[in-house]
């Protein structure tokens, strides 16, 4: 039984006296809390069908998949290339820096990979300052035991006018083409006597001042070229021409040429450094 609220209130006005019926059909307008409310009785829930049960929704709340036709799952595994592409651009990180993780390369070095080729620059740098420090001590020596390629140089530009003066004795004719030598010269071609002795280490000594004691070749590839210090007896370096960092090669050296393989891919020109060692 409903009975208007209208009607209630006028059973209740000053002077009035409700019947037990009134009470009761008042009290009967109402839903008390000790009885569930009609299904039918709630404004809205006329149609159940569009409510499903507390299980099924309990299990779409607990669905990982749920909506990921149109919705990016929280491990992002329905997101094609274009919807990541998409987001990046949407995000302005188009141009983010990636590190290598399992079986992808990253676009960057890693902290660890970086810190490795600081390491291995300064190795380089190290034996690079190594090699130029015991290349300034061989150019200050001014020891005349001779047993440094530059005291040889040294001494011949210092003995310049007694070799001049060796030259002048072979030109003139004097009697020492009569002097017998004693010892053996066979190394210098076995000269017969004096004029011819002095000739030849005159020759012998000139070709040593001419000679060049380093040259710096820069190459783009492997390949052959004349040698610059005319010696097999030579040290051969090589180094990028713009980082400085030492490169591979393979090397064979003869007196007229030198033979540069390159064994890895070559970025930039390489400066190639000849250095003539004693024998």
């Known amino acids: 039984m409903n009975t208007p609220l209208h009607t209630i209130f006028s059973w209740f006005q000053s002077g009035d006296f ?37 299980n099924t929704f309990e299990g779409h709340i607990t669905d990982s998949g749920a909506h990921s036709g149109y919705l990016a799952l929280l491990n992002a595994a329905n997101l094609t290339q274009t ?19 399992d079986n992808q390369s990253g676009n960057v070095y890693t902290k660890t990979q970086t810190n490795s080729f600081i390491d291995e620059l300064k190795e380089s740098d190290s034996d690079l300052a190594l090699e130029i420090a015991n290349i300034r001590k061989v150019l200050l020596s001014n020891d005349l035991s001779l047993d440094e390629l530059q005291e040889i140089v040294d001494f011949i530009k210092k003995s310049r006018t007694d070799i001049e003066a060796l030259k002048a004795v072979s030109l003139e004719e004097t009697k020492e083409d009569k002097v017998k030598l ?21 020759d ?21 070229f004349p040698n610059p ?45 000849i250095l003539k060692v004693k024998p």
């Open 18 to 54: 409700p019947t037990e019926a009134q009470f009761k059909a008042t009290f009967s307008s109402f839903y008390h809390k000790d009885y569930p409310i009609p299904m039918e009785s709630i404004e809205g829930f006329e149609d159940l069908s569009q409510f499903v049960s507390k």
């Open 83 to 101: 919807d990541v592409k998409s987001w990046k651009t949407k995000l302005g990180i188009g141009n983010a820096g990636t590190v290598d993780a």
């Open 182 to 202: 004693l010892l053996d010269y066979s190394w210098l071609n076995s000269p017969k006597n004096q004029q011819e002795f002095n000739q030849k280490i005159y």
């Open 204 to 224: 012998e000594v000139l070709s040593i001042a001419q000679t060049p004691t380093s040259a710096v070749v820069q190459i783009t590839e492997s390949t052959v």
């Open 229 to 273: 210090v005319e010696t097999e007896n030579v040290i051969i370096q090589a180094r990028d021409s713009v980082t400085g960092k030492k490169i591979n090669i393979d090397d064979y050296a003869t007196n007229q040429t030198i033979e540069i393989n390159m064994l890895g891919e070559i970025i930039n020109p390489i400066n190639i450094l």
